[in-house]
């Protein structure tokens, strides 16, 4: 277990950009809102004069009810934006790891030292597909926490700009948590949906010698071209249609005008939140009731198999 700890911390010393890249792109966030806190101060649009305000009174929203409104929608939104863009850049970042992380060390002949020492094969590979898996998303998920509460407390400066109560939107842990379970609901899935992906990824870097994005990306579209021009059909395109996009199976009525609904109030008269309208969205059940998920599993524990058997016999002198 110490060997297989000290292989992750490698990866994370050896490829700095796998927890930079998240936490760069949150603080390019925070940098960027507050951009527009100090342009909105200095234009004069905060205050009982100031735009926003008129737009509030437009609105029929009072002073006393920004915070309120903020809290039930603009908040949980952010957040899912903030977790959107954060996630996609780590996954971009994960997905060059996992091209790279196999084909560079028998480019530089790395590989013939790390073959030298007591680590097996099978270590070094889960190795570097538990970091793109599991370390890229926990860090994804750090960051997207932090911001959102950086964002917060923006949003508590700028509710006080505009007359309301802006401490009541420091401290909401119905919120806070939500928006935490929704996210680790959210990664947990892309990385059991995504794993198939991940192992095709690791077994073109060991397999390829040259141009790994071509290779991962070639043989897909042209398995697609030959079944279309042979049977003119389209199954492998829409399977591998839903295995990029299926992951939206694990959604609940997942439209915004749900959405919408559901935070106008239900016919009790509670309000719901939109925070907790996007946690009751996504079901684990429809995952795990979902034969693509185990089919994906099968797939991808070949894939890796593949690539552990190619590293440890292919020659590389």
């Given at each position: 277990?110490?060997?297989?700890?000290?292989l992750?911390?490698?990866?994370?010393?050896?490829?700095?950009?796998?927890?930079r890249?998240?936490?760069?792109?949150?603080v390019?966030l925070?940098?960027l809102?507050l951009?527009?806190?100090f342009?909105?101060?200095s234009?004069?649009?905060?205050?009982a004069?100031?735009?926003?305000?008129?737009?509030?009174?437009?609105?029929?929203?009072?002073?006393?009810?920004?915070?309120?409104q903020?809290?039930?929608?603009?908040?949980?939104?952010?957040?899912?934006?903030?977790?959107?863009?954060?996630f996609?850049?780590?996954?971009?970042v994960?997905v060059?790891?996992?091209?790279?992380?196999?084909?560079?060390?028998?480019?530089?002949?790395?590989?013939l030292?790390?073959?030298?020492?007591?680590?097996s094969d099978?270590?070094?590979?889960?190795?570097k597909?538990?970091t793109?898996?599991?370390?890229?998303?926990?860090?994804?998920?750090?960051?997207?926490?932090?911001?959102?509460?950086?964002?917060?407390?923006?949003?508590?400066?700028?509710?006080?700009?505009l007359?309301?109560?802006?401490?009541?939107?420091?401290?909401?842990?119905?919120v806070?948590?939500?928006?935490?379970f929704v996210?680790i609901?959210?990664?947990?899935?892309?990385?059991l949906?995504?794993?198939p992906?991940?192992?095709?990824?690791?077994?073109?870097s060991v397999?390829?010698r040259?141009?790994?994005?071509i290779?991962?990306?070639?043989?897909p579209?042209?398995?697609?071209f030959?079944?279309?021009?042979?049977?003119?059909?389209?199954?492998?395109?829409?399977?591998?249609?839903?295995?990029?996009?299926?992951?939206?199976?694990?959604?609940?009525d997942?439209d915004?005008?749900?959405?919408?609904g559901?935070?106008s109030g239900?016919?009790?008269?509670?309000?719901v939140t939109?925070?907790?309208?996007?946690?009751?969205?996504?079901?684990?059940?429809?995952?795990?009731?979902?034969?693509?998920?185990?089919?994906?599993?099968?797939?991808a524990?070949?894939?890796?198999?593949g690539?552990?058997?190619?590293?440890?016999?292919?020659?590389e002198?």
């Amino acid at each position: 277990m110490n060997a297989f700890a000290y292989l992750i911390r490698r990866e994370t010393w050896e490829h700095k950009a796998l927890y930079r890249a998240p936490l760069i792109t949150a603080v390019v966030l925070v940098a960027l809102a507050l951009l527009a806190l100090f342009k909105g101060a200095s234009e004069g649009h905060f205050g009982a004069a100031g735009r926003f305000f008129e737009y509030l009174q437009g609105i029929n929203v009072s002073p006393d009810m920004i915070a309120q409104q903020y809290l039930q929608i603009i908040s949980p939104i952010s957040m899912a934006a903030i977790f959107g863009i954060i996630f996609t850049v780590g996954t971009i970042v994960a997905v060059f790891y996992l091209l790279d992380s196999l084909y560079a060390e028998r480019k530089n002949r790395s590989i013939l030292f790390w073959k030298s020492l007591p680590i097996s094969d099978t270590e070094t590979v889960l190795s570097k597909l538990v970091t793109a898996t599991v370390l890229v998303p926990i860090v994804a998920l750090v960051s997207v926490m932090a911001c959102w509460i950086v964002m917060q407390v923006i949003a508590a400066i700028v509710i006080g700009l505009l007359g309301g109560n802006g401490w009541a939107v420091l401290w909401q842990p119905g919120v806070l948590f939500d928006g935490i379970f929704v996210g680790i609901k959210f990664s947990a899935v892309l990385l059991l949906w995504y794993l198939p992906i991940a192992g095709w990824l690791l077994l073109v870097s060991v397999w390829a010698r040259r141009s790994v994005f071509i290779w991962a990306v070639l043989p897909p579209f042209v398995v697609v071209f030959v079944e279309h021009w042979l049977f003119d059909s389209e199954y492998f395109a829409i399977l591998l249609g839903s295995r990029i996009v299926g992951f939206k199976f694990m959604f609940r009525d997942s439209d915004l005008i749900n959405i919408a609904g559901s935070t106008s109030g239900s016919e009790s008269g509670a309000e719901v939140t939109v925070a907790e309208a996007m946690n009751q969205m996504v079901s684990f059940t429809n995952l795990l009731t979902e034969p693509g998920l185990y089919g994906g599993i099968l797939v991808a524990a070949g894939f890796i198999t593949g690539a552990i058997f190619l590293r440890r016999y292919r020659d590389e002198t």
